[in-house]
């Protein structure tokens, strides 16, 4: 019999992936005896009881006594942390974790087992420090780089969410969740060339793999060779859910809608839960005017992930545009009691939603819950579909009122020639408008990377070859008006 404690820790981590925790728990106890002052394998042993039910208690009396002979093995700490989360003790979990990554700041377990906690804590801003730090540690990692994207994009980082995506999908180019991300990503950017980047190392028998090829060939317009590629993946994947959502996704962008249904209902009857078809289908449904339908499936798709804010929106504001304003309600009240913080838009069909009931004081006392740049998107909503009972003609005078005075005001502007309107829209658009007080320097912009961005790079927003302009602000004595000079390639 080996009397190397890493023969039995290798055993145990066979054992406990076929799930035969018994066994491995016996492994694990011989090489934490074998092991002397290594307490790597105790620690190993205390997530394993931590991880079976009953025994959490256990696990965290085990690794508290091995702490107190050394307080600072990030091993035991992060065992007591999971020991500490099975026992119901979150702050007791997160404290331990804290201490890893101070002890140890390039622990990216520890870094991203603590960006976990802190997004059930509701702290999502240091979660994103500890998810990005994670990942820039371990890129090879998919758990990593999902976590660090979901939350970046969570934060409005849609451009570094792209980044670490790609970077993910160079180093696990077999995983289909970040392979899509990177290759949905590039698409929505127009990038092509980044797409195929994407999937250059990923294995063609993997049916995804095709479907996502295929899509590719489709988007860039050539159709021929994409349907080369769908009838050999129609004959080696026929009934495969990934292969099939893929070419259901191509037939709606080629607007053969009843085709594409087809396959989805296809791809549901395989697999009820695949939320990739639901959401597809419920497309289709709003797009024919079948509301409940829609509707259906978009309830579905959030009892299958109960945390998805996006889909809760949309259901949320769907009811209400259906003018079913207790479904509405009924959806915000569940998203709160699952002890999740209401996303800002929804605030506003709450409070709306209690004023299509008749319920005008429920939706006084929730209107302050509604952020000021929501005020106007709630009067156009009331405006185009609520009921116009008596309580929504009350909170529409009290929104009136809340109005900033500069969105109640229209300016006159002087009429343009036909050909520069749209030109002039997009620059408006494209360009930000800066307040310039008297006598201030006219700031830079800049560009706030995100924690580790130095490993993931710059933004594609930023140009950094691009000339900057001499700007600087003149002030008529005469008038107190102010004048901003923009000089370029010396012409002013």
């Known amino acids: ?7 039995f820790y290798t055993q145990a981590e066979r054992l406990v992936s076929d799930g035969n925790f018994a066994a491995a728990e016996l492994m694990l106890r011989q090489a934490a005896e074998l092991g002397g002052t290594n307490r790597v394998y105790v620690a190993a042993l205390a997530a394993l009881l931590s991880l079976q039910e009953g025994r959490a208690e256990e696990s965290l009396s085990l690794v508290e006594d091995q702490l107190s002979l050394t ?14 989360r099975a026992t119901g003790k979150p702050e007791l979990a997160e404290e331990s974790l804290r201490q890893v990554v101070k002890a140890d700041p390039n622990h990216a377990y520890a870094h991203h087992s603590l960006g976990k906690m ?3 804590a509701g702290k999502a801003k240091e979660a994103e420090t500890h998810a990005c730090k994670a990942f820039a540690l371990v890129p090879d990692q998919p758990d990593y ?29 077999q995983d289909m969740e970040l392979v899509q991300k990177a290759v949905e990503g590039a698409l929505a950017r127009e990038e092509p060339d980044r797409a195929w980047d994407a999937l250059q190392e990923s294995n063609e028998e993997l049916p995804w793999v095709l479907g996502w090829k295929a899509t590719l060939l489709d988007h860039n317009g050539d159709t021929e060779k994409a349907d080369l590629l769908l009838d050999t993946g129609r004959e080696r994947f026929g009934d495969d859910p990934d292969f099939l959502f893929l070419e259901a996704a191509i037939f709606v962008r080629r607007q053969l809608n009843e085709e594409a249904l087809e396959m989805i209902e296809h791809l549901l ?36 992930d109960g945390s998805d804010a996006a889909v809760a929106v949309e259901l949320t504001s769907a009811f209400y545009r259906a003018r079913r304003y207790r479904e509405a309600l009924d959806v915000c009240l569940a998203w709160v009691d699952r002890g999740q913080e209401l996303p ?17 004081e429920e939706a006084l006392e929730k209107l302050p819950a509604i952020p000021t740049d929501l005020l106007m998107a709630a009067v156009t909503e009331l405006a185009a579909y609520g009921c116009y009972n008596a309580a929504e003609q009350t909170l529409r005078e009290k929104l009136m009122e809340l109005l900033p005075p500069e969105e109640l005001e229209v300016p006159e502007e002087p ?25 201030e320097e006219v700031p830079q912009q800049k560009f706030e990377l995100p924690p580790g961005g130095s490993i993931l790079g710059e933004s594609p927003a930023y140009e950094e070859d691009q000339e900057e302009d001499e700007v600087w602000v003149e002030i008529d004595e005469e008038t107190g008006e ?10 002013e």
């Not at 999902?146 to 969410?161: F, N, V």
């Not at 839960?273 to 579905?300: K, P």
């Open 71 to 84: 307080p600072d093995e990030p091993a035991l700490l992060v065992a007591k942390a999971m020991a500490a």
């Open 145 to 173: 780089a999902l976590a660090a994207i979901e939350l970046l994009e969570q934060a409005g980082k849609s451009d570094y969410a792209f980044e670490v995506a790609s970077i993910g999908a160079s180093f696990c180019p």
């Open 269 to 304: 009857v395989l697999c009820p839960t695949h939320r990739g078809a639901l959401r597809l289908r419920a497309d289709l449904s709003f797009g024919s005017q079948s509301t409940d339908e829609a509707l259906a499936d978009l309830q579905a798709m959030l009892e299958l």
């Open 482 to 491: 102010e004048y901003v000079w923009v000089e370029e390639d010396e012409d």
């Open 344 to 360: 800002t838009q929804m605030t506003v069909y709450v409070v709306l939603s209690h004023a299509g009931l008749a319920e005008p």
């Open 415 to 439: 009429e343009e020639p036909e050909e520069f309107a749209e030109e002039a829209q997009d620059a408006q658009e494209e360009t930000p408008v800066v307040a310039i007080e008297a006598g």
């Open 118 to 120: 802190l997004v059930e």
């Open 1 to 7: 019999m080996s009397q190397d404690p890493e023969f």
